[in-house]
């Protein structure tokens, strides 16, 4: 689609090890390896969800966009410029850059802060000292979220689950970043919530030209909402390509796993089998899956060479040679 | 459902008292459980499902109790019994399964004294007994090597394993009704898969009943044969699960599964917004004396706001409550 353009952020080779400490005078002898040689990029207005369960570095890897996390190796680059190593920008730019909505709403909010001083903190350290502007501006956020002005002399515990996810989204968009991290933003909210933020996410992206990378395990709001999805397991992406593609045809045993692992009332009542072994397609020739075993994974090897090879229009899947 | 049910719940009141008021968290509501069959009960938080469930077994703490109705289990009525008619009850004959296996197992016991604990308790076995019956259960529950494992603490165990030792505890007595309240909310959608598969091998082999309590309207249909819906403390449909998913009779129903996404339902270079439903859950202390739904329901006239609407029979073990249903 948009990959002649350049991207808005390009992760190349990205690794992250934890040191496991053990022994005598704490040594590190070992390294948990959370990610592995990955690379993936996000276009300008595009929605990349990044699906998997947990443990498989995805959190890892958004810290790591957000700059909580250092890189062990690799770079992370955004609209061109480096944001790892020796070149990497302060926190305050960075912040600009991108900021998570978290998957809590309940967690991620300060009870003994006001939405109006969440929201005015950020602007004020941002250096916007005129008092008229930061109101206007913390009244124009709120009311792109759906809440209203006069709200913000409220405490987080006076309102409810989808309102608070609203302030959460509120308090990613008050410093206007062009990138922003998605956590599970509705898997805590209540169903009847759910759709509420989901387009109020959808409307913000196209309304503000934002760019998404959300991290889900719920496969109906990742397939209504991506413009592209990675499948990423053990620190690595098995499968990334664009939403129609991965979701009419998924290659990996991996992505079929998760595919058919997820109780999608419709389809059951439909009584229509989407795990049907049948529909495996054989690994290209010369190659193998890998991982071809599920859940045989160590975790502080590094794994062995693979190949992220096209099956389809812009559709990727890791091989291994054989 | 044939035979006389094995649990019935009869214009169950709950209520929560503090100081001179008395809020009404759960009203009226009325189901049954036949031997052998699956019963879910969906609804958001707060709406009830859980302490209607903890209600069963005279689990519920204050400020909630019993307001007034009746739980016949085996045609006994569970609220005229006392303490230690309960206790003979619970684990033996009716069970638990709780969302958290890490806050419901004992953190300072082996998991294997735990399971064993049940025999010991309900069947009167020696602990020596007790734990060669419980390395059996734990191998039901496919543990693998459960002779190593029974001498495993629940912070050595993975989330998955240790929701399937609570099963065994559950199932360890052979149950007639287990409860599950969440079972498989807290865990990832591949062990979410394999536990609930298990889950009805077990049951479907012992004829145990289940009474599935979730807010996944997938899990439900996956799990059960009939359901109720709850919404703010009324049960407003019960239905079988094809009819529910197919001819939704409530508004609330109706909204739900429309502001769902649909696997498979995205068409390409078209995206359009999910129907939401507006408004929010009214709190348990401003509940509307009519319908409850009725602030946020787009069929609802100057007759819903006035009383309850009364249960419209759609045919066996099928009702809604709503004056517009359709």
Known sequence: ?322 | MSAPPLLEVRNLHIDMRSGQERLNVVENVSFSIGAGETFGLVGESGCGKSITALSLIGLLNRPLAVGQGEILFKGQNLLKMNGSELRRLRGNRISMIFQEPMTALNPLATVGRQIAEMFVLHQGSTWHEAERKAIAALAQVQVPAPDKRIKNYPHQMSGGMRQRVMIAIALACHPDLLIADEPTTALDVTVQAEILKLMQELCDQRGTSVLMISHDLGVIAKMCQRVGIMYAGHLVEERAVADLFRRPAHPYTHGLLASLPVLGQRKLNERKPLQEIEGIVPSIAAFPTGCRFEPRCTRASPICRDAVPGPSVLGDYSFVRCYHHG
């Not at chain 1, 570095?57 to 958004?62: D, N, Q, R, V, Y």
């Not at chain 1, 969440?118 to 000292?129: D, F, T």
């Not at chain 1, 009847?192 to 196209?206: T, V």
């Not at chain 1, 593609?245 to 045993?253: C, L």
């Open chain 1, 1 to 322: 689609m948009a990959s002649q353009t350049q991207p808005l952020l390009q992760i190349e080779n990205l690794s992250v090890c934890f040191p496991v400490s053990a022994g005598l005078f704490r040594r590190s002898h070992q390294a948990v390896r959370a990610i592995n040689n990955l690379s993936l990029s996000l276009h300008k207005n595009q929605c990349l969800s990044i699906v998997g369960e947990s443990g498989c570095g995805k959190s890892t890897l958004a810290l790591t966009i957000l700059g909580l996390q250092h890189p062990t190796h690799g770079s992370i680059s955004f609209d061109g410029k480096p944001i790892t190593g020796a070149a990497q920008p302060g926190r305050m730019q960075r912040a600009r850059m991108a900021q998570m909505v978290f998957q809590d709403p309940y967690a991620s909010l300060n009870p003994r802060q006001t939405i109006h001083a969440a929201l005015a903190g950020p602007l004020r350290l941002h250096g916007l000292r005129n008092k008229g502007e930061v109101e206007d501006r913390i009244a124009t956020t709120l009311k792109m979220v759906g809440l209203k002005p006069e709200q913000a002399k409220r405490y987080p515990h006076e309102f409810s689950g989808g309102q608070r996810q609203r302030i959460g989204i509120a308090r990613a968009l008050i410093l206007d970043p062009k990138v922003i991290v998605l956590d599970e933003p509705v898997s805590a909210l209540d169903v009847s919530i759910r759709a509420q933020i989901i387009n109020l996410l959808l409307d913000l992206k196209e309304r503000l030209d934002l760019s998404y990378i959300m991290i889900s395990h719920d496969l109906s709001v990742v397939e209504h909402m991506s413009d592209r999805v990675a499948v990423m397991y053990f620190g690595q992406i098995v499968e990334e390509g664009p939403w129609q593609s991965i979701f009419a045809n998924p290659v990996h045993p991996y992505t079929r796993r998760l595919l058919a692992a997820i109780p999608d009332p419709f389809t059951i009542i439909r009584q229509e089998d989407i795990t049907r072994k049948d529909m495996q397609p054989p690994p290209l020739s010369g190659f193998s899956y890998y991982p071809e075993e599920i859940g045989t994974h160590d975790v502080y090897q590094s794994p062995p060479p693979t190949e992220f090879l096209t099956v389809g229009d812009d559709h990727k899947v890791r091989f291994i040679a054989r």
